[in-house]
C-alpha cells in the first residue's frame, strides 16, 4: 500500500513564475497512492527540508516524490533528509520541474500541466521502488600518477605530503615535462628550471615517491579504490643501480647528430643521451631506434667507456604492475609544428620557429645558450615578427579555441628579445590581447610601453622568403585594414596548444571522456573541474585544456586533493544503482543464458561469466555477474540483454515502464 | 555413406562413448524427421540424405538434451555453422559432444570432437559462391520496394502470423530459457496475435538475430502460415557482414559484433 507524499518547491521564482505549483500539489494529491502533498517556496531550505521529514513521521509515509530542481543539484540533499526522517533514502525520487519545464517554457496552462504529469509519472515510479543499500568498496590508499610535468609533480608531491604512496609515471627519460624547456617565465620572468628543478629533486627524494620515468602505461583495470594498473617500464639499456650518471658514455658516442626533443629540434644529441643537464634521474638512456648497435648490430662503444660497467645492452621491457586506489592524469599538451601552416611556408623555412622553440634559443641552458640567434645562419635578428593565433581561433584549421597562454608568452617572448637585442625591433600581429590574470595585463602593457614591442592587430596572411628575408605579409586592422608587409629575420607562430599525441589512446585505455580535440572532459565544467565520469580518476593540466603553469598547479594540487580526500576512509559507499543479473530459486537460478553479449558491452570491464551451482557443488549453469564495485549503472548491458535478465536497481524496466504507461494512460 | 553413418553411431553408442545419437529418421509420407536414438537396436531407423533438412543443432542447448552429457550430433552444413556459432557464444561445452558429418569422398563420415576440429572443418567447407535462390529474388524484390511499400508488405505478411512461436523453436540461436516476449514485468509484447504485436515480436527478433543468424533458414522451414522470414535475417545477416567487413569464418567464429568495438570497425559512425 502506497503512503506517498509529494512535495512542490517554487525555488523561489524559478519554478512557480511558470508554473502554477499550488495547483500541482493540489492535482498531485488526487493521484492515487498520494497521501499528502504541499507546495513550499524553499524545498531545499532546512524549514522546507524539515516539512518533508515532518510530513513523512506523521504520515508514515513509504514513499517521496520531491519536485524541483534537477536531481543532480539536490537529489543527495533530499534523500538525506528522508534518511534521517527513517525512510529508505532510495525511496525519495526527484521530478524536475526547474531545468525540464519551467526554465524552457513560457507560463501557460500546457506548462503547469506538463509539471503535473511529470510529478505523476515519478509517483507512479515510487510506487515501484524497492529500499536499497549503499555499497561499501575497500580502498587502496596509493596514487598513480601519470606524466612528470608540473601537474604531475605537484600532485604527486602533495598525496605523498599527506602521508600516502605515490607511483609517478613519465614517458620520458626525465620527468620535467614543457616547464623545463621554458627559459623564464611569465609575468615575473623568473627562471623556469630554477624554480621547477627543486621540486624535481623533491620527487626523486620523497620516501613516499616511488618514480618511474621512461614508461608508459600499459593497462589500467579495475575501479575506484581498487585499480590494478600495469607500467610497461622501457629498457634504458643501463643498470640503473650501477650507473653513477657521469656521463663519460655520451661524450664517446658516435652517433651525435641525432635532433634534441629536448631542444625542440634545434639542437643535436647523442643515442646514448641524457636529456638535459637538469634531467632527474640523471642517468642516460639508449635511443634504440636511433642506436649504431641496435640499428646494424655493431658499436658498444659505451659498455666498453662505460667505467662502471652499468650499460646492459640485452635489456628488456619490464611489466610492472601496482595496485592503486585513485588515478591522476597530468599527461600535458603539445604544440602544432610549423609545418601545420602552408600559408607560412608549411615548415620549410627554418628560420619561422614555434614558440616552444624560441623558449629554447632564449634559454641559458638552450643550443645557442640564451643568445637569441636565428637557425638557419646563426645571425642576431634584427626584425623579429611573432604571430599570435596561429592556428589557435580558427575553425577552417579545425582549432576553434583559445590556446589561452600564448598571448602571454609572445609578451614574454617580445620582451626577452628586446632585453637581449636592444637595438631590435619586434612586432606582434594579433587578434585580441587575452591578459586576464594577476598581473598579466600590466606584463603585456610593460612590453608594448617599456620594451616597445609593436603590436599591430590583424592576421598574417601569408610568409615567405626572399633574399634571405622573411617577408611577412599581414593586415592592420586598427588602420582600416591596411596592408602591411615587414622583411624580418625571423618569425615566431605562437602554434595552437593541443592534446598529447597518445591522449587519445590513454584516455580509451583509462576509460575516460574526452572531447573532439582530444583534451580529457571534466565531470562538470563548473563544479568538477578535476574529476573525470569515471569515478576514481582526476585530472591536472592541460591534459584537459591548455592551461598556464599557475592554473595547472592549482588543478594538480585540487586533483591530489580529491585523492586525498578519497584516501581518508579506508572503504568508501557507492551508489547502488548498478546493474544486477537476476537470480532466483532452483530450478530456474537465473533466466540469464550466459551469452556473454553484456560482457563485451560493458564499458568498464564490470560484467563477467560465473558458474552457478546448486547445493552438491555442480555446475549448473553459466550466467553473467555484476562486479558490484566496477558498474557505473549506465545500463548499457540492459539495453543489450535479450532475455532481459539484467536491471539497474532504481531504475528496473518495471519502474521505467510504469513511468512511461502513467504518461501515456492520462487522458 | 548411410552405412558408414550408422556404423559410426553404432561403434559410439555400443561403447558407451555417448548416451545418445541426434539423427533423423523416416517420417510421415516421404518426408524425413528428427530422432533421437538410445539403444544401439534403434540405429536401424536412421536415415540420412538430402532431405534431411533439419537443423539439429537446436537439441543441443535444451536443458533436458544437455542433462545426457556426451552425446552425437549427425549434422548437415547448416547444423554445423550453427554448432559453431553456439561455440562462440558460450552455449556448447567442450569435448562433450560428437559431430558426424559426410566427408568429400563419396561415402565417407568424419567424426569431430573438439571445438577446433569442428571450426577448422567449418572454415574450409564454406563454399566461396552462393547459388541465388528464392530468398534472394524475394529479397531484390524487397529493396526495390520504397521505404512504405516494404512497410506495408511486411506489415500484411505479419498479419497472417498467429504468433505461434514454431520459428523460434525451430532456431539453434533462439536459446534463451525466458523470451523476451514471456518476459510480463514488465509486458513488453502484446502477447496476442495482432498486427501490432506480430510485428514488434518479429523486429526483435530479427534484431536478436543480428549477427548471430547464420542463415539456415529453419524458421521459414518451420513457418506453418509461410512468412519468408529467412528474408528478413538474411539481409540482417548480409548488412553485419558488410558494415563491419567480416569474413564468413570471422562472423561465425566471432562473438557479439553489435556489443564490442574495434579501432578498425568499418562502421564510421560509432566514433
Known sequence: MSRIGVFICHCGENISATVDCERVAREASLMEGVLYSIDYKYMCSDPGQNLIKEAIKEHNLNGVVVAACSPRMHEPTFRNACAEAGLNPYMCEIANLREHVSWVHEKGDA???????????????????????????????????LGGGIGGIQASLDIANAGHQVILVERDPSIGGHMSQLSETFPTLDCSQCILTPRMVEVARHPNITLITYAELESLEGFIGNFKAKIRKKAKSIDEKLCTGCGL???????????????????????????????????????????????KGKCRLCEKTCPAQAIRLDQEDEILEFDVGAVVLATGFNVKGTD????????????????????????????????????????????????????????????????????????????????????????????????????????????????????????????????????????DTLMGGKPIEIDADMVVLATAGVASPKAEELAQKVHVSYDQHNFYAEAHPKLKPVETNTAGIFLAGSCQAPKDIPETVAMASGAASKVIGLFSNSELK???????????????????????LCVTACPYQAIQLEDIKDRKGNVVKRAAYVNPGLCQGCGTCVAFCRSKSIDIEGYTSQQIVAEISALLNDE | MIKAMKNKSLELLTSQEVRVVIGYEKGTKCSTRPSFFFLPEDIERMVFDEECKNNLAVYLTKENIKNYGRLAIIANDKTLQSIV?????????????????????????????????????????????????????????????????????????????????????????CYCTRCTVESSQPQWVPVASHVLGNMEWHIIR??????????????????????????????????????????????????????????????????
Open chain 1, 111 to 145: 506548462t503547469t500541466q506538463k509539471a503535473i504529469d511529470l510529478v505523476r509519472m515519478l509517483v507512479e515510479k515510487v510506487k515501484n521502488n524497492k529500499p536499497l543499500l549503499p555499497i561499501t568498496v575497500p580502498v587502496t590508499r596509493r596514487a598513480l600518477v
Open chain 1, 249 to 295: 658514455c655520451t661524450t664517446k658516442c658516435p652517433n651525435k647528430k641525432i635532433p634534441s626533443e629536448f631542444n625542440e629540434g634545434l639542437g643535436t644529441r647523442t643515442a646514448i643521451y641524457i636529456p638535459f643537464p637538469q634531467a632527474v634521474p640523471n642517468k642516460p638512456v639508449i635511443d634504440k631506434t636511433q642506436c649504431t648497435y641496435y640499428t
Open chain 1, 340 to 475: 601545420f601552416f602552408p600559408e607560412y611556408g608549411y615548415g620549410n623555412y627554418q628560420d619561422v620557429i614555434t614558440g616552444l622553440q624560441f623558449e629554447r634559443l632564449a634559454s641559458a641552458s638552450g643550443p645557442t645558450l640564451g643568445e637569441i640567434r636565428r637557425p638557419s645562419d646563426g645571425k642576431i635578428p634584427e626584425k623579429i615578427v611573432f604571430v599570435a593565433c596561429a592556428g589557435s581561433r580558427d575553425p577552417a584549421k579545425g582549432i576553434e579555441y583559445c590556446s589561452k597562454i600564448c598571448c602571454m608568452y609572445i609578451a614574454k617572448h617580445a620582451m626577452l628579445y628586446k632585453h637581449k637585442v636592444h637595438q631590435g625591433n619586434a612586432y606582434v600581429f594579433y587578434m585580441d590581447i587575452r591578459a586576464g590574470g594577476k598581473m598579466y595585463e600590466e606584463f603585456v602593457r610593460r612590453a608594448i610601453e617599456e620594451d616597445d614591442v609593436k603590436y599591430i592587430r590583424g592576421r598574417v596572411s601569408r610568409i615567405y622568403e626572399r633574399n634571405g628575408k622573411l617577408i611577412v605579409k599581414g593586415a
Open chain 1, 574 to 596: 557507492r551508489d547502488p544503482s548498478i546493474a544486477v543479473v537476476n537470480r532466483m530459486p532452483p530450478p530456474t537460478y537465473t533466466t540469464c543464458v550466459g551469452c556473454g
Open chain 2, 85 to 173: 556459432k553456439l561455440i562462440s557464444e558460450n552455449q556448447i561445452r567442450e569435448d562433450n559432444l560428437f559431430v558426424l558429418t559426410p566427408g568429400s569422398e563419396d561415402g565417407q563420415v568424419i567424426v569431430l570432437n573438439s571445438i577446433e576440429e569442428i571450426k577448422s572443418f567449418v572454415n574450409k567447407s564454406i563454399p566461396s559462391q552462393k547459388e541465388p535462390d528464392s530468398v534472394d529474388e524475394l529479397v531484390a524484390r524487397i529493396r526495390k520496394m520504397s521505404r512504405e511499400e516494404r512497410w506495408k508488405y511486411w506489415q500484411d505478411e505479419f498479419a497472417r502470423c498467429i504468433r505461434c512461436y514454431a520459428c523460434r523453436a525451430a532456431c539453434p540461436l
Open chain 2, 206 to 271: 530479427a534484431m536478436h538475430m543480428s549477427g548471430r543468424c547464420t542463415d539456415c533458414g529453419a524458421c521459414a522451414e518451420a513457418c506453418p502460415v509461410n512468412i519468408n522470414l529467412q528474408a528478413l535475417t538474411r539481409v540482417v545477416r548480409e548488412s553485419i557482414q558488410d558494415e563491419f567487413n567480416l569474413t564468413t569464418e570471422e562472423y561465425l567464429e566471432g562473438n557479439n559484433v553489435l556489443s564490442s568495438f574495434k579501432p578498425n570497425d568499418n562502421e564510421t559512425f560509432i566514433r
